[in-house]
């Protein structure tokens, strides 16, 4: 692609597409190298915000042109392996990138008080390898490296939640070792299924070529294996057990990344395939895909609000809520409509916003009291007034009140829902929230009335956290009063993913 | 200044009193001067130049922002909008006078947390006002729920976090499932949620109609429609001046300003008159009517009682408006006046009464009106005006819902409005005549001070007066009003 007459810029700009996966998996051994905390922290943190730029110039360029195909070591697609960008993996790569740099920016102070310092070098180092995968998941254009940068992101995710100071980490990121891997090896199986039935792995060929071939047995093997393996990932019901001890015992900072990123991932792939891979037409009107998935988003919203309305540890009751948020997404998917689909994508970016400013508001917590139990967030409102308003701003927005985005991204659901005379879905998103309402205000509530618990000491958490946190939540104020770029990119995105590959 | 400009500077000033407020924290004079000053300033700015450009035909409009296609925020003023703005903004002053006098009194913590939350719930209750479609209404509904919690749970001890929860979970699980089920709906079926004389909803099919409604009315939980009527009583552990003001005018009549404003401009009065589609909600409304003013005849503790009244006296309004005859919402609209008049007078006296007595209950009550006289005329007045007794306010609006009544072709209202008007003398009349009944012996005075501190006495005056001259000058109210009918 690069030619020696072009400029140092013009080859960046020709090389952004494998510039941002080759970046981070290039820093990760040089962080094992420095061996220091603060230089590797420094590495990670100046290449976590160079990606963030490169996806900002992706968007652009995909917003420009439409889409943007870039084939590695210059051996075209259908042949070689080709990175794919188009308005929906340019917004998965814009919240992977984003998040990651707030989170990193935040993570010293927070990382000093959960992890042996002697870690850090590898956390980072671990971070970045898990940014890898997540943006080579995103932009990865055939089926076989999805599982590939799946297998770096899983593995690295395992190993970053393993450093979580309660020694239930241990088995929490063992447990997730084994669901992973048992949902990573069922993709590969859908994959090689799929490759049998084709002859194919990229995925806009595997599309075209799925269409000859038609709703096989094989066909049909493969689709479940691949839902299965990404809903395994992605944490909906009934396969999210592994999410809330992973949540819970990973350091804050990793919790406040992976709850922002890794799930989203996940719904990219599950949604990649089902309407670019399958097409509506296999999947929804051939084996009826929708009549499994949307039931289990309904019961994953219903049921992890719950949980969390029943929890006492915050750090879980977030990540209960996550589950719920998970079943908001896949809704909107299997809602088969643009509205819809647009509602679970405009909803991938305000939960990434909103979540994981609320785990920062936990790492704060966490790093003050030295708990996320709910008896630590006792007379909160005083102690870290600047904290607990950051939890009230960041609650209100997943209860969905307006002007914050989860009101965004609950307009949407119930107009998909109802454009479809689907009443009492609609009702069921409508009354999970009020289940939010109560699970937030829980918190609110022992924050501002409760006497501070002698147990837990508490001071301001320090600006270099403060700042990230609200960065993030002012984030999910701001986008929730001027939605226009998110929901427009997000209906772009759905436009593109229900139409035929072009 | 033009209208369009004075839309913003009435909606968003009470944010700059909150931010005066915040900074002026320190000095509690100068604190409270920058509330009295930026409120009047408010009032001036609704009575001197929204209120002529009304009544003069122009319908003030403005855009806030567009959050994203087909979803915008803005601002439309219409003659309902202009009463309930000029009844919130008109008492605002006078009640932070009040509220000055009565957080003193009562040596009350946090008093500048208090007047910021109160100046943002005003801003609120003036967005509900101007706004210009249900979307944006919706957004400042839930503001005041966000801004009044504060209040509600002022004291901050374990029952007025138990009452807080009451007031959040009802009103914002009512808003959220229903209110927001149907802006969406409307926004749907209409393509649009702008609120437009005559109705958006012609093409809803007949059927869909009483469930859209219901899902306003009940989603409108401000508005106190039984079963959702609970959040008020438990409001009442709020400082006085809240329950004066917000829970007696803006909070509960951005309620049943948000009913009729539906009723009006979302259905259209023609649309419920032919499919009838808003029966049921005069059912409704009538049972909430009645049984408030039946629950309140056996409440001791004065607000307890002054609360199920405004239940009682909201459902008046809802009715009105559920009638859908011309002189019935007509009637609601005025009723949103004369019962913020009268009702935030009977608040001021129960509100005196605990700072100066120190009494809560009715039966506590026995010859107080000897010792507090000013205090216990007013209330006397109050009571007569919410009754309908002229020449006080309340007496023209229950005329014209009687009227409404009427033109619906609806007899048994009426039979209920007289049955009502009675029970509403069975509850009030009692606190006049306990406290005047006995003289006490003066001997008891020494070791039972009573005091009425000018802050706390002068604004239910004002008010009460208020309930006179507005009987006598109904006229130009009567000619706004008109403006909203077709």
């Known amino acids: ?97 984003g998040i990651a740099a707030v989170v990193i920016t935040a993570c010293p102070r927070s990382l000093d ?20 995968g997540l943006l080579g998941m995103a932009s990865a254009g055939d089926a076989f490296n999805v599982f590939v940068f799946l297998e770096i992101s899983s593995l690295s995710s395992y190993s970053l939640i393993a450093l979580g100071r309660h020694r239930r980490a241990l088995t929490s990121s063992f447990r997730y070792l084994i669901l992973g891997t048992l949902g990573g090896t069922s993709i590969l199986f859908g994959v090689g299924l799929l490759y049998m039935s084709t002859g194919t792995l990229n995925l806009v060929d595997l599309g075209q070529r799925l269409q000859d071939v038609g709703p096989t047995r094989t066909v049909m093997v493969a689709m479940a294996a691949i839902v299965v393996g990404s809903t395994l990932k992605l944490a909906l019901l009934p396969l999210g057990a592994w999410l809330p001890n992973a949540y819970t015992f990973a350091p804050s900072t990793v919790t ?79 809602l088969v409509s643009v509205t819809g689909l647009a509602g679970g994508l405009v909803h991938l970016f305000n939960h990434a916003l909103m979540k994981s400013g609320l785990f920062m508001v936990v790492a704060c917590v966490v790093l003050r009291t030295g708990s996320s139990r709910i008896e630590a967030f006792h007379g909160l409102g005083r102690r870290m007034p600047f904290t607990m308003a950051a939890f009230v701003v960041g609650g209100l927005s997943l209860i969905g009140v307006p002007l914050t985005v989860g009101f965004i991204s609950k307009w949407f659901l119930v107009k998909g829902a109802l454009e479809q005379e689907l009443w009492p879905v609609a009702a069921v998103i409508l009354g999970s929230s009020i289940l939010a309402v109560i699970y937030i205000w829980k918190v609110v509530e022992v924050g501002y009335f409760k006497e501070p618990h002698p147990d837990f000491e508490a001071r301001e958490a320090p600006l270099s956290l403060l700042i990230p946190t609200w960065l993030l939540l002012a984030g999910a104020v701001y986008f929730g009063i001027f939605a226009e770029p998110t929901t427009g990119l997000a209906t772009l995105a759905a436009q593109s993913l229900m139409e035929a590959a072009p | 200044m033009s209208p369009e400009t004075a839309l913003l500077v009435a909606a968003f000033g009470p944010l700059v009193t909150a931010v005066l407020v915040a900074l002026l924290g320190r000095w509690p004079n100068l604190r409270e001067a920058a509330t009295l000053v930026t409120s009047t300033g408010v009032f001036a700015v609704v009575a001197g130049v929204l209120y002529p450009a009304v009544v003069a035909g122009d319908r003030p409009h403005r855009l806030l922002v567009e959050v994203m296609a087909g979803l915008e925020l803005s601002f439309t003023l219409e003659p309902l909008g202009l009463v309930f703005a000029l009844v919130a903004t008109s008492l605002w002053p006078i009640t932070s006078l009040y509220a000055a006098g009565y957080l003193r009194g009562h040596g009350e913590i946090n008093q500048t947390r208090f007047f910021i939350c109160f100046a943002l719930a005003i801003s609120g209750a003036l967005g509900v006002a101007f706004a210009g479609n249900v979307f944006t209404l919706f957004v400042f509904y839930e503001a005041i729920t966000l801004s009044t919690f504060p209040l509600v749970t ?56 009483p469930l859209l409604l219901a899902l306003f009315a009940f989603g409108t939980a401000k508005a106190a429609l039984m079963p959702f009527h609970r959040w008020l009583p438990a409001a009442m552990v709020a400082p006085t001046p809240v329950s004066a003001l917000l829970h007696a005018v803006a909070v509960v009549k951005a309620g049943v300003f948000t009913i009729t404003k539906v009723v009006v401009y979302v259905f259209g009065l023609e649309t419920l008159r032919t499919t009838g589609a808003s029966q049921w909600l005069v059912a409704v ?164 001070p009573v005091s009425e501190p000018w802050m706390c006495v002068l604004p239910p005056v004002v008010t009460a007066v208020g309930c006179l001259v507005i009987f006598f000058g109904i006229d130009p109210m009567v000619a706004l009003l008109e403006g909203v009918l077709p």
């Open chain 2, 154 to 209: 002022h004291k901050g001890d374990e029952a007025s976090m138990r009452s807080g929860r009451t007031y959040l979970g009802i009103l914002m699980g009512t808003s959220i499932c229903f209110l927001l089920f149907a802006v969406v709906w409307t926004q749907l079926a209409a393509g649009t949620t702008d609120f437009t004389p005559g109705g958006i909803l012609g093409d809803l099919p007949e059927h869909h109609v």
């Open chain 2, 285 to 448: 409304a009538a049972f909430t009517l009645l049984s408030a003013s039946v629950v309140a005849l056996f409440q001791d503790n004065l607000k307890r009682r002054l609360a199920y009244s405004t239940i009682s006296q909201l459902a008046y309004i809802v009715l009105g408006a559920a009638l859908v005859s011309d002189r019935a919402v007509l009637g609601a609209g005025l009723h949103i006046v004369t019962h913020a008049f009268g009702k935030i007078t009977l608040f001021f006296c129960a509100g005196a009464v605990m700072v100066g007595a120190h009494r809560k209950y009715v039966s506590q009550l026995d010859g107080l009106g000897w010792r507090m006289p000013f205090t216990f005329g007013a209330f006397l007045i109050g009571s007569l005006s919410i009754i309908g007794i002229p020449p006080f306010a309340g007496a023209w609006s229950k005329w014209w819902l009687a009227g409404g009544a009427l033109e619906a072709e609806n007899v048994p209202i009426l039979g209920l409005y007289m049955v009502s008007s009675l029970l509403a003398v069975g509850y009030l009349m009692p606190v006049v005549a306990r406290a005047f009944a006995t003289r006490p012996d003066p001997s008891t005075f020494e070791d039972d």
């Open chain 1, 256 to 334: 406040a990344f992976l709850a922002a990123t890794a799930t989203k991932v996940a719904f990219y792939v599950l949604a990649r395939f089902i309407y670019r891979v399958f097409s509506p037409a296999i999947a929804f009107e051939t084996f009826h895909l929708d009549a499994v998935l949307l039931p289990l988003a309904l019961a994953s919203m219903v049921l992890g609000a719950v949980l969390a309305v029943f929890e006492k540890d915050v750090k879980r009751l977030l990540a209960y809520s996550s589950l719920s948020q998970i079943g908001y997404m896949t809704l909107g998917l299997s």
């Open chain 1, 1 to 97: 692609m690069s030619e020696p007459s072009m400029g140092f810029t013009e080859v960046v700009i020709e090389n952004l597409p494998i510039l941002q996966v080759i970046l981070p998996l290039m820093a990760a051994p040089v962080c094992v190298l420095l061996r220091s905390g603060r230089a590797s922290w420094a590495l990670a943190t100046a290449v976590a915000w160079v990606n963030c730029a490169i996806s900002w110039a992706l968007l652009q360029i995909v917003l420009r042109d439409g889409f943007l195909s870039y084939a590695v070591g210059d051996w075209p697609a259908p042949w070689g392996i080709e990175l794919r960008i188009e308005p929906v993996n340019a917004l998965v790569l814009l919240i992977v990138s």
């Open chain 1, 113 to 132: 008080s959960e992890v042996p310092a002697g870690r850090h070098y590898l956390f980072h180092a671990a971070f970045l390898l898990c940014i890898t």
